[in-house]
């Protein structure tokens, strides 16, 4: 089953724009993580925020975790076509057990005009 | 380093057939995790293996079945296929296993249909 739902499930900007992706989880997590899937194909790996951090860069990419809320951020700043995908949070459970599973959200589709 | 590799990329199935998708990953990597990936439920855990032992299961029926080889090579298979079974199968390799915070890195997948 899916961890959560992302918010909103396809998002339409012009180059140049910023992107918002929102991610809302269910359960407690040891880290929440990214990745981008471009049309049916494998998955890349963005970035990873763990439980006790707030914010994170990488290049254009800022991700915020807001814990109390059980809810993430992705913004992409001076967006490019070339970022038009589908976008995934990821969250992984707090107990070694099960510390390889990740746990899917419903995904973002992102769009990017020329 | 070449990444995950999996074969094949296609593979078109009657109902009833069985299947078994395979999936290489990066040199040194020797976790392997596998993912179904359908549009109604989206992304899904199938398994994890370990040093040709499986760790974790996800909530599939024995229908999906798996092993790792020595030299961390993965196979998945699925028997007695399903038309629900038609989907997009993932696999993903990582260092090591129970490390969450050791990135994942995903093949290009396997696309499977069946008829």
């Known amino acids: 089953s899916q961890q959560g739902e992302e918010d909103p499930q396809a998002l339409s900007i012009q180059e140049g724009e910023n992107a918002t992706m929102n991610c809302s989880y269910k359960t407690s997590i040891n880290n929440l993580q990214w990745y981008r899937q471009n049309s049916g194909r494998g998955l890349v790996h963005l970035i990873l925020?763990?439980?006790?951090?707030r914010e994170k860069h990488s290049g254009r990419l800022r991700v915020t975790l807001d814990t109390s809320k059980k809810s993430s951020s992705l913004l992409i700043t001076a967006s490019r076509a070339a970022d038009t995908a589908s976008y995934f949070c990821a969250t992984v459970p707090p107990f070694s057990g099960s510390a390889r599973q990740l746990t899917f959200g419903s995904g973002t589709q992102l769009t990017v005009l020329p | 380093k070449a990444g995950v590799t999996q074969t094949p990329r296609y593979l078109i199935k009657t109902r009833g057939q069985q299947v078994t998708l395979s999936c290489s990953p990066i040199?040194?990597?020797?976790?392997v995790s596998w993912y179904q990936q359908t549009p109604g439920q989206g992304l899904q855990f199938l398994f994890e293996y370990f040093s040709e032992t499986q760790r974790n299961k996800g909530n599939f029926p024995g229908r999906f079945s798996g092993r790792q080889f020595s030299n961390s090579r993965s196979e998945m298979n699925v028997s007695t296929l399903e038309l629900g079974d038609s989907a997009l199968y993932l696999c993903?390799?990582?260092?090591?296993?129970?490390?969450?915070?050791?990135?994942?890195?995903f093949g290009p997948g396997t696309r499977l249909t069946v008829l």
């Open positions: 040199s040194g990597h020797r976790s």
């Open positions: 993903a390799s990582s260092l090591v296993a129970g490390v969450s915070t050791d990135t994942q890195y």
């Open positions: 925020i763990r439980s006790n951090e």
